[in-house]
């Protein structure tokens, strides 16, 4: 019924917009970040790039398709995307995979999402064959038939890392037909042994599928990994 669907427009009240407070540094980047974009990896909210630069970051974008080494960097950001479809090219440039591995051992911060999470694997399953990956994460990733996780997300924080406060809560995205398996097994994640999962992981799943259905955010030294995409006006901190 439009007339009806036209009478419940008209009576929405104006929208009070607030403009977001943008502090823009004036002196040069205090930071470099290693940004992987490329066909790749080529998931990424515009604005979360803008956000670090605003922060004072120099943002050094790398094509893992192409270039066999990483620069001098502070950090290291592995957006999403679809590195399913380049295993092939991402396999077989060893050199980036090693550049990308001893730089995880050297204490940068690394903050992979998604197609991030399946680069820093041991090793990915797809369409019957097995392609050896970063080997930073303890497992390996396999691919399913439908989506694992699809939709919106919702997160609690477990607990207070460099990344995230405890009990923060967080609202992102997922898309990903991959699921987390132990390398060399069908094992599921949640068995992995040594650190306890209150210290392995940095969200429970309020809504939606994460790792495996209960937790998201993989914590390593440096490093965190999840299947969430997080919008940094959505969560601040």
Same mark, same amino acid.
């Given at each position: 019924?439009?007339?009806?669907?036209?009478?419940?427009? !008209?009576?929405? #009240?104006?929208?009070?917009?607030?403009?977001?407070?943008?502090? #823009?540094?004036?002196? =040069?980047?205090?930071?470099?970040?290693?940004?992987?974009?490329?066909?790749?990896?080529?998931?990424?909210?515009?604005?979360?790039?803008?956000?670090?630069?605003? =922060?004072?970051? $120099?943002?050094?974008?790398?094509?893992?398709?192409?270039?066999?080494?990483?620069?001098?960097?502070?950090?290291?950001?592995?957006?999403?995307?679809?590195?399913?479809?380049?295993? $092939?090219?991402?396999?077989?440039?060893?050199?980036?995979?090693? $550049?990308?591995?001893?730089?995880?051992?050297?204490?940068?911060?690394?903050?992979?999402?998604?197609?991030?999470?399946?680069?820093?694997?041991?090793?990915?399953?797809?369409?019957?064959? =097995?392609?050896?990956?970063?080997?930073?994460?303890?497992?390996?990733?396999?691919?399913?038939?439908?989506?694992?996780?699809?939709?919106?997300?919702?997160?609690?924080?477990?607990?207070? +890392?460099?990344?995230?406060?405890?009990?923060?809560?967080?609202?992102?995205?997922?898309?990903?037909?991959?699921?987390?398996?132990?390398?060399?097994?069908?094992?599921?994640?949640?068995?992995?042994?040594? #650190?306890?999962?209150?210290?392995?992981?940095?969200?429970?799943?309020?809504?939606?599928?994460?790792?495996?259905? !209960?937790?998201?955010?993989?914590?390593?030294?440096?490093?965190?990994? +999840?299947?969430?995409?997080?919008?940094? +006006?959505?969560?601040?901190?």
């Amino acid at each position: 019924d439009m007339k009806a669907i036209q009478s419940i427009f !008209k009576q929405a #009240t104006p929208l009070e917009i607030f403009p977001k407070k943008v502090s #823009t540094l004036s002196h =040069k980047p205090s930071v470099r970040i290693g940004v992987f974009h490329d066909s790749a990896f080529c998931f990424y909210y515009p604005e979360n790039l803008e956000d670090l630069r605003n =922060k004072g970051a $120099e943002l050094v974008f790398v094509n893992a398709l192409q270039e066999n080494y990483l620069p001098d960097l502070d950090g290291l950001y592995i957006g999403g995307g679809f590195p399913e479809s380049f295993f $092939e090219e991402l396999s077989a440039n060893r050199k980036l995979l090693s $550049e990308v591995q001893e730089r995880v051992r050297s204490g940068i911060p690394v903050y992979a999402e998604c197609g991030g999470l399946i680069y820093l694997c041991e090793s990915a399953h797809y369409k019957g064959k =097995k392609y050896p990956l970063a080997g930073v994460l303890p497992f390996d990733i396999g691919f399913q038939q439908k989506p694992v996780g699809y939709g919106y997300l919702s997160l609690k924080s477990r607990c207070r +890392s460099k990344w995230f406060n405890e009990n923060a809560l967080v609202k992102a995205h997922e898309f990903h037909y991959s699921k987390p398996i132990l390398a060399g097994d069908s094992k599921p994640i949640s068995k992995l042994a040594g #650190t306890s999962p209150r210290e392995r992981y940095q969200f429970n799943v309020v809504r939606g599928y994460g790792i495996d259905g !209960k937790q998201d955010g993989f914590l390593q030294h440096n490093l965190f990994a +999840s299947f969430a995409h997080l919008h940094a +006006s959505a969560n601040p901190q």
